[in-house]
Structure formats: C-alpha cells, structure tokens
C-alpha cells in the first residue's frame, strides 16, 4: 500500500514521485492533444516529477506509443511507456519456463514484447505450445481465436496451459466509433474453453505492479477517465488517483460510483494538476467545496449553492452522496448534477 498523502495537498501532485497517466481520453481523443494536457504534464515533468504512461493497447509497442505521443510535444521515450504487453510478459515469467513457446493470439505490439522477453511465438495449436497469450488487433479473426480454443482445451483430468490476456476491455474507440475490444475477444474463447485467464492489464494489478517497478515509484498518482478501469486499477493497487473529466465517464458515474471506483481528485483539465485542491468541508448536513453547497435531507440531494465552478459542485455532491451510505438509486438527486461540468 503506497503512502497517501493529507486529506489537505497543496495541489493534487504535492508530494508525488511518479504521474502514471492513461493516453485516451486523459493526453489525446482520437487524432488531437486534448487541450492543456500536454503543457500540464510537461511541467509536471520539469518539476522533477517522472512522467509515465500507461495503456491496455496491445496493438502498439512501447516506441510506437512513444513516438505517438513525441508528437504532441511531450517528452517522451519507449522506456517511460508501460503497455499491457509488457505486464503480460512479466506474469507468464511466473507460469511458464524461459524461452516458451507461446500461442499469440494478437498483433505486433504482442509479438514484439513476447520476442523481447525471449518467449517463441506461434499461432498453430499443433505446435503443442506452452501458453496461449491473447491481445487486441484489428486483424485478430476467428481462426486465431479457435486455435487459441484448442490449445487451451482441457484433458480428462482438467489439466491444461496457462491463458494470460493482455486486457479485457470490453471496447475500444477507433476512428469510425466506439468497437468491441479485446474484452470480447477473450469472452468469445471462454464461451468456448469454459475458463477464464489471467489478465495483465487495468484494472488488474500487473500493469500497475510494472509501472512501479520501472520507475521505482514511492508516491506515484495514477490519472484516468474510465472509472470500471482506471480508477478501479489504481484502487486495488493502493494508489491515489485524478479522474479528469475530459474522456469517457462524467458526472453520472462519479456519483453513482461505488467505494471500489472512488477517484482521490476530481479535475476539469489536466492544468488542475498544478492548482490548490479545495477541501470537502462538512457543518450539519451541508457540504461546502469552493463556494458550492450540498445537502442531504432524507433521501434528497440538494443544492444549496451552485458555486461559481461546476467542478466544486460536483465534487461536494459526490462527497455527499459517496459519504451517505445510501446507493444512488435511493436518492433524489437534481438532475443538474450529471449535467458535464464545463472547462474554461
């Protein structure tokens, strides 16, 4: 369990060794920068704070993500770039013998990783290989997907080899729109195999156990958009966490998020890195941050004061609501609290 620093930082980096930062939603949507991400995080990185980043893609390796992101202006190297390959790599070092053969069910991130690692690579199940490690591609089909079925087939005494997945995203974004992810893939050989892998990447632990590894992280601070992945990984690794409200979840899922899901800060943009975080403040039943008021009276959510920064009304109501104990269904809550918070 990382040390957690005062309920009272400075800014949310007070105190932080090591930014772990997811890329989609958090440093770039789609083709473009999302704005002030890049100056924030190339500050924070002057500051003398190291700079990581961290992705479920399996599709691209470490340079190829790094040079990526080198072109948006961040200072950036394949070594400061933790990818779920990688965490892959490190899990089946714990299941099979140096220089397995390994059935890859995935692109060339994948196989880049698994030749690095000095794992063999196959594709055929006839090749009676040592584990089957699968990770998102756009060219993964369903022959790939039934030969990772037949290698994991178990015999009469239910023996079988291990099954390490990359991720298990359900979706991913591309340019036409929001598709199945890795997260699908896998769930179709399950259907077929009836068991389950172990998974590297967010929310699971190995790709945040990697990322302190590498960077030998004492007080890190892990920054996502996705509650179900980032801020739940960064939970059940005992670090805190900055969910920035410039990618997927937004108002509607902080306040319906459940104590396993809870980010440490709540951030308009990423320039909030660096600005004094106000504090929660209770007297009676109202709750105060900034100039935002909310209350809890019986089952109703109410809103005292709106406050001069939409993003303090939504952090003192989802102090209200998550400190309530109540689940969010058996509330009144006004419906100007999922409206999204707008950034300067």
Avoid at 318 to 324: E, G, P, R
Wanted: glycine fraction near 10%.
């Amino acid at each position: 369990m990382f040390r957690r620093r005062p309920d009272v930082p400075a800014t949310p980096i007070d105190g932080v060794d090591v930014i772990l930062a997811d890329l989609d939603g958090v440093v770039y949507k789609g083709p473009d920068a999302i704005p002030y991400a890049v100056d924030a995080l190339n500050a924070a990185a002057a500051s003398g704070i190291r700079v990581g980043y961290i992705t479920n893609n399996a599709s691209r390796s470490d340079s190829i993500v790094a040079k990526h992101l080198a072109d948006f202006g961040l200072n950036v190297t394949a070594d400061d770039v933790v990818t779920s390959p990688q965490a892959a790599m490190s899990l089946l070092r714990g299941l099979v013998p140096e220089g397995a053969l390994l059935l890859v069910v995935g692109g060339e991130g994948l196989v880049t990783e698994i030749e690095r690692s000095g794992f063999r690579v196959t594709r055929s199940a006839a090749d009676k290989p040592d584990a089957v490690v699968q990770g998102f591609a756009p060219e993964v089909g369903w022959k790939d997907l039934a030969e990772a079925a037949f290698a994991l087939a178990r015999d009469a005494e239910g023996n079988g080899i291990p099954w390490v997945a990359t991720n298990t995203d359900w979706t991913i974004p591309v340019a036409g729109g929001i598709a199945p992810g890795n997260g699908t893939l896998v769930s179709a050989v399950h259907t077929a195999v009836g068991i389950l892998p172990e998974v590297a990447g967010k929310p699971e632990k190995p790709i945040f156990d990697e990322a302190v590894r590498r960077f030998a992280a004492t007080s890190p601070l892990f920054i996502g958009d996705r509650l179900d992945t980032d801020i739940l990984g960064a939970v059940r690794a005992g670090m805190p966490s900055v969910h920035v409200l410039t990618g997927i979840d937004r108002n509607k899922q902080l306040l319906a998020a459940d104590a396993k899901m809870r980010p440490t800060f709540i951030l308009d943009d990423l320039r909030q890195l660096s600005e004094p975080y106000p504090v929660a403040t209770t007297r009676g039943d109202v709750t105060t941050v900034g100039s935002a008021k909310v209350a809890l009276r019986g089952n109703r959510v109410v809103i005292d004061s709106p406050g001069d920064r939409p993003v303090d009304l939504l952090r003192a109501a989802c102090a209200v609501i998550w400190n309530s104990g109540t689940p969010i269904y058996a509330l009144d809550v006004p419906e100007e609290l999922y409206r999204p918070a707008k950034t300067a």
